[in-house]
């Protein structure tokens, strides 16, 4: 569904950035928030995480993390 977010790195949480794009902040769970340094134009590939509960992007420095995680996840039980 969603493959990367491309924009200006904005804010910092303790587990999240914001990645603006196209005028709109989009909160992104991030394994090391200090790799995506504020000001900075970057791509963050993402994984958009939905249950019945909750929604959310979960964000990766490099394609080989994203995969990576989407292979851990794929499997049952684990998640």
Same mark, same amino acid.
């Given at each position: 569904?969603?493959y990367?977010?491309?924009?200006?790195?904005?804010?910092?949480?303790?587990?999240?950035?914001? $990645?603006?794009?196209?005028?709109?902040? #989009?909160d /992104?769970?991030?394994?090391?928030?200090? @790799?995506?340094?504020?000001?900075?134009? +970057?791509?963050?590939?993402?994984?958009? $995480?939905?249950?019945?509960?909750?929604? #959310?992007? /979960?964000?990766?420095?490099?394609l080989e @993390?994203?995969?990576l995680?989407?292979? +851990?996840?794929?499997?049952?039980?684990?998640?």
């Amino acid at each position: 569904m969603y493959y990367y977010l491309h924009g200006l790195i904005t804010f910092h949480t303790k587990d999240s950035i914001v $990645v603006e794009c196209g005028g709109v902040g #989009y909160d /992104v769970l991030v394994p090391h928030v200090d @790799e995506f340094p504020i000001g900075e134009n +970057l791509f963050v590939f993402v994984s958009y $995480v939905h249950n019945e509960n909750d929604e #959310y992007f /979960v964000g990766f420095k490099t394609l080989e @993390e994203k995969k990576l995680y989407t292979a +851990l996840t794929s499997v049952k039980g684990i998640g």
